[in-house]
């Protein structure tokens, strides 16, 4: 079955900088992917995502992309600020069906 | 404004309680999720539905089962609570193959 591996697990920036956090997966198959951001005490919520037959996507500060060959997308956010310290959260759906496939989590941590 | 809830926010049981965790969503979504959080594994999908009465296993049935007798409800049950089923629970609908929508969370706690 489908495995995403997500790294790096923990990550701190300075306000301003940017960040990037990258998952892997293993099925081929796997046509839709989508990023979630869980702030502290609260429940996960979808930021972003993207299809298979898209290379990349964005919405203001945040960008994904992804690339089927190598099997690996990436959640790129840019003038971070301090509210966006959260976990966030990358997952695969295999081709058949509506479940998700996620990642181990990343906690972003930025730094005033 | 998509709405999943959960019947609590916070659960303490004894090892070898029967436990009924609950949800609800308010979207018609056909699609029903039980997830476990635990720190450094992300989340790990327990059981999901498709549709009522139907249930399907995820990647860590052992020690679970669910029930979907209405469209808006679905419920994960521990038929015996074990130490190590201590976990956020989280619960997820989607109108496939749409945007999961979680619910709270419920923390569990088994002494």
């Known amino acids: 079955g489908e495995n995403v591996e997500q790294h790096p697990s923990t990550l701190s920036v300075q306000e301003g900088d940017s960040a990037v956090i990258k998952c892997t997966y293993s099925?081929?198959?796997?046509?839709?992917f989508p990023w979630y951001k869980q702030e502290l005490g609260k429940r996960p919520q979808l930021i972003i995502d993207?299809?298979?037959?898209?290379g990349e996507k964005k919405d203001q500060r945040i960008a994904v992309t992804l690339n089927k060959t190598a099997k690996h997308f990436s959640l790129h956010i840019t003038e971070t600020q301090p509210e966006d310290s959260a976990v966030y959260f990358c997952?695969?759906?295999?081709?058949?069906?509506?479940?998700?496939?996620f990642g181990q989590g990343t906690e972003l941590s930025v730094k005033p | 404004d998509v709405k999943v809830t959960q019947s609590s926010r916070y659960l303490v049981k004894r090892t070898g309680e029967k436990v009924f965790l609950e949800c609800v969503q308010d979207?018609?979504?056909?699609?029903m999720f039980w997830y476990r959080q635990d720190p450094g594994l992300g989340l790990r999908l327990i059981y999901f539905?498709?549709?009522?009465?139907?249930?399907e296993k995820g990647d860590i049935p052992e020690g679970y089962s669910v029930s979907r007798e209405k469209k808006e409800r679905f419920s994960l049950i521990l038929e015996s609570a074990s130490t190590n089923q201590t976990s956020m629970y989280l619960c997820?609908?989607?109108?496939?193959?749409?945007?999961?929508?979680f619910g709270p969370g419920t923390r569990l706690t088994v002494l």
């Open positions: 979207m018609d979504h056909e699609n």
């Open positions: 997952a695969a759906r295999p081709s058949q069906g509506g479940k998700l496939i």
């Open positions: 997820a609908s989607s109108r496939s193959p749409d945007t999961q929508y």
């Open positions: 099925d081929s198959a796997s046509n839709y």
């Open positions: 993207i299809r298979s037959n898209v």
């Open positions: 539905s498709y549709d009522v009465k139907m249930k």
